[in-house]
């Protein structure tokens, strides 16, 4: 048997397929073999009909009638791909919450890329870390770490349905180190954030992202932000951001991103590019611009976007960030506070006309005393309740203890496109973790959670062609791999990890909507996480594949 199936393997590999050794002088009989797919392998060029064996957690072989594996997967007529990596992914921890990580793996999401917007999970203080550890009782999940990479030792524990890698927020350092205050770190402070981030970086951590629109990692200048990102110097791994501004002062924005790329020495990676608000539309091709120019400039710099023309975010965003300093008891403060309140109102009700108007604003999540907002548009509810918007909006910040979710209605659908075709993009979710019962089944959610890359492969490649299939795949494959230096995923070559997703092409699509999202999306009916088959005909299987992911670092830091 094993002399056979050397032969076999042999003579089809003499015939230009290829085998890896493993399987010729190994265990012999593949796991799993799928069949008769068009496989697109993630770095760009064209499919090729062809057979993939997997066994244990890697792809070993590649080829035309590969020999019977002990399980076989028929998918004539689809593609197979790379699983997806989401490089820009808020999951998180409600992967585990719900470890079957329903809304992700059912887009074709194998890896999930977290800590992103300058708040990774951890390092905590001990009062962090409490808070957090209390919150996820109540769900049922004991948090048992405190930084980001004891978060990826746990996933290697857990094993939810897709892997991990993450990031490092310089929010979260910022917040352990320096804490809520709106004052420059001192050196000291400055001193004790690299050696986190450092350490981090250092247990496999991928990069440090930011999130300068948020606090406390907006607090952080720019120059504080090249001292921290230099840490990175040498590695190869990003600092992505999102930007301290994505409407009226995007193009500054943008340059500031640049410029802490350039003088830490550190590629970037500019998380969700958008030109926010018609009066900015002209932007996006003013960024493009900019970012190809830093481009040919020598400076290794991306960026990701979302498949939709909606964003979302927490609806204390629409105020200047300079007024949510110090925590949300002081911006709430600040919103009756004489002193503050009028320039606040004129900032928020500027930021609504910049979207569009009230109805642009539409609720996403809300505790449960205010649970009638969820799902619903601000202007249709204060003429429902006779109420003025801009009082309704108070009055729910200050119900919700500053926390209310929105979905903002105030981006450009040929802008989305021809951001997502830019050969600089990747297709991100920055969405959430979610299912359609059970504890993740709550709110209103923007549908990106479920639906991104669904909506990549059937809207904007099917429906506008606006770019290739085998383009659009190694954007979400290969290319986010290559930019996080994660290595042996993203690719279907033999040795690779077996992470893997079979679509059709020509039914490919998402299902969730603003006003209904959780939906699943169609068109996807396999994908293997690990070696592991957690999709198959469209349904979760139950088994679990995931892990924690460590970057591949050039050199240490
Ligand atoms: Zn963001």
């Known amino acids: 048997m094993r002399r056979r199936s050397f032969v076999r393997a042999a003579s089809v590999a003499g015939a230009g397929t290829l085998v890896a050794p493993g399987l010729i002088h190994g265990r012999g009989r593949a796991d799993l073999v799928l069949r008769g797919a068009t496989v697109f392998d993630g770095t760009g060029g064209d499919g090729r009909a062809s057979d993939v064996a997997v066994t244990g957690d890697r792809i070993t072989a590649i080829g035309r009638d590969l020999p019977a594996g002990s399980e076989e997967i028929d998918l004539r007529g689809l593609a197979l791909a ?9 999951a998180d921890l409600a992967l585990l919450v719900n470890n079957r990580a329903e809304s992700r793996v059912r887009q074709g999401v194998t890896l999930e890329v977290v800590g992103q917007d300058g708040s990774s999970i951890g390092p905590w203080s001990d009062a962090g870390f409490e808070a957090t550890r209390d919150r996820y009782r109540r769900s049922g999940v004991e948090i048992d770490f405190r930084d980001p990479a004891g978060f990826l030792a746990r996933i290697d524990r857990e094993r939810p349905a897709v892997s991990v890698a993450t990031m490092v927020g310089n929010g979260a350092l910022r917040g352990l180190v320096v804490g809520a205050e709106d004052r420059p770190a001192t050196p000291s402070e400055l001193a004790r954030m690299k050696a986190l ?8 951590c991928v990069g440090l992202s930011s999130g300068l629109e948020y606090t406390p990692s907006g607090l952080a200048d720019a120059a504080e932000l090249v001292e921290l990102a230099s840490v990175l110097r040498g590695t190869g791994y990003p600092y992505a951001s999102h930007m301290r501004n994505e409407d009226d002062r995007l193009l500054g924005a943008v340059e500031e991103a640049l410029h802490v790329g350039r003088l830490a020495g550190v ?4 998380s969700h590019l958008k030109a926010q608000g018609q009066r900015n539309y002209w932007k996006a091709d003013a960024v493009l611009s900019l970012i190809e120019r830093a481009r040919s400039g020598g400076l290794d710099v991306h960026f990701d976007r979302y498949p939709y023309t909606a964003y979302a975010t927490g609806l204390s965003n629409l105020f200047p960030s300079e007024y949510r300093a110090g925590g949300s008891a002081a911006f ?35 505790n449960e005393e205010t649970s009638w907002a969820r799902g619903r548009r601000m202007g249709d509810l204060a003429r429902e309740r006779s109420t003025d918007p801009y009082e309704l909006t108070v009055a729910l910040l200050e119900a919700n203890g500053g926390g209310v979710g929105m979905i903002g209605h105030g981006m450009g659908e040929e802008n989305t496109a021809k951001l997502l075709a830019h050969p600089l993009a990747m297709t991100c979710s920055d969405g959430g973790a979610y299912a359609p019962y059970g504890a993740l089944s709550g709110g209103s959610p923007h549908p990106r959670g479920y639906g991104s890359f669904p909506r990549l492969l059937g809207h904007y490649v099917r429906e506008r062609n606006a770019l290739s299939l085998e383009a659009a795949i190694h954007r979400v494959t290969l290319m986010p791999a290559r930019k996080l230096r994660i290595a042996d995923r993203g690719v279907i070559r033999i040795g690779a990890f077996a992470d893997l997703v079979a679509f059709d092409p020509a039914t490919v699509a998402d299902r969730a909507t603003f006003d209904d999202p959780h939906q699943y999306p169609v ?6 996480v690990n070696g592991v088959v957690t999709l198959r005909d469209g349904e979760h299987t139950g088994s679990l594949g995931g892990r924690g992911v460590r970057g591949t670092p050039l050199a240490q830091g």
């Open 82 to 90: 790379p699983g997806f990596i989401d490089i820009h992914s808020h």
């Open 523 to 528: 068109g996807i009916p396999v994908v293997v």
């Open 197 to 204: 981030l450092a350490e981090q970086v250092g247990r496999g």
């Open 332 to 366: 709430l403060r600040r919103l009756r506070d004489p002193a503050t309140a009028a320039a606040l109102e004129r900032a928020c009700r500027d930021k609504v006309a910049l979207l569009g108007d009230w109805n642009s604003v539409q609720i996403s999540g809300t």
């Open 267 to 270: 590629p970037v990676q500019i």
